[in-house]
């Protein structure tokens, strides 16, 4: 069983897949990750994907898409597609060309808008270990350095205040419709995700049953 994690920016769906990779066997696909990473390359495709991203919009879905197709074998591993779809087009091409009769649910993370500039804005990553942390909720034991690997953590280029408001306000635009495509097939189910990261994880350890 597949699961599609469908949220707001800093909703909590990146640290709930990394407890879900960790924890339950499940292979996590970020395609905000996958593009970051194209980006490190610095390749003509990486800068062009850089600019969209640091003014919060979107990459056109052919990238995404073959970015994500890429990397997944969807009937060897049950995974957690994180980030995608974001639009109706994208609901539409995963169920065509890549879920097929794949069994999945879709999981929605419930979040008052309040909380989530509070939560990006004081986000840290570890880009080689993909820990996430926050300098509020759940910081770094030293300063600015990653637990696991030692490594600088950095702040997101598209983590600055006026950035979030452009990704909430392309976030607000198209969430209706994918929740109402996931409601029609009976596939959506909603997390309270403005609970801590562990009562969260235990709403989807629910689903799973
Ligand atoms: P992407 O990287 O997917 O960003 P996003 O969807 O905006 O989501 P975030 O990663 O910001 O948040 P999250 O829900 O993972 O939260 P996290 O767990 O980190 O996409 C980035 C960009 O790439 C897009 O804007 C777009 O340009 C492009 N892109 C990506 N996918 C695309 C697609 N399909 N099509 C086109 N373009 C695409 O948590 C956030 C913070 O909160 C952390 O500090 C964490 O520690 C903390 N936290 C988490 N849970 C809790 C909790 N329960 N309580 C308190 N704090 C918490
Ligand atoms: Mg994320």
């Known amino acids: ?108 993370f419930e979040v008052d808008e309040g909380k989530i500039v509070e939560r990006i804005v004081n986000r840290r990553v570890a880009p080689k270990s993909g820990k996430i942390y926050n300098l509020i909720f759940d910081p770094p034991e030293v300063d600015g350095v990653c637990d696991i690997s030692g490594e600088k953590l950095i702040h997101r280029d598209d983590d600055k205040e006026e950035v979030v408001k452009n990704r909430l306000k392309i976030y607000r635009e198209s969430i209706a419709e994918i929740l109402d495509f996931y409601s029609k097939l009976s596939k959506l189910h909603r997390v309270d995700a403005s609970e801590s990261p562990d009562l969260v994880y235990d709403q989807i350890q629910k689903l799973l049953k």
């Open 1 to 108: 069983m597949h699961l599609i994690f469908i949220g707001a920016p800093g909703s909590g769906k990146g640290t709930q897949a990394d407890r879900l990779r960790k924890n339950d066997g499940y292979y996590h696909v970020s395609t905000g990750d996958l593009l970051r990473s194209e980006v490190a390359k610095a390749s003509s495709l990486g800068l062009r994907i850089k600019e969209l991203i640091d003014n919060g919009q979107l990459v056109d879905d052919s990238t995404v898409l073959d970015l994500f197709s890429s990397n997944l074998m969807l009937d060897k591993h049950k995974y957690i597609l994180d980030g995608f779809p974001r639009t109706i087009n994208q609901c539409n091409l995963l169920a065509d060309k890549l879920l097929h009769d794949q069994p999945f649910k879709a999981v929605y």
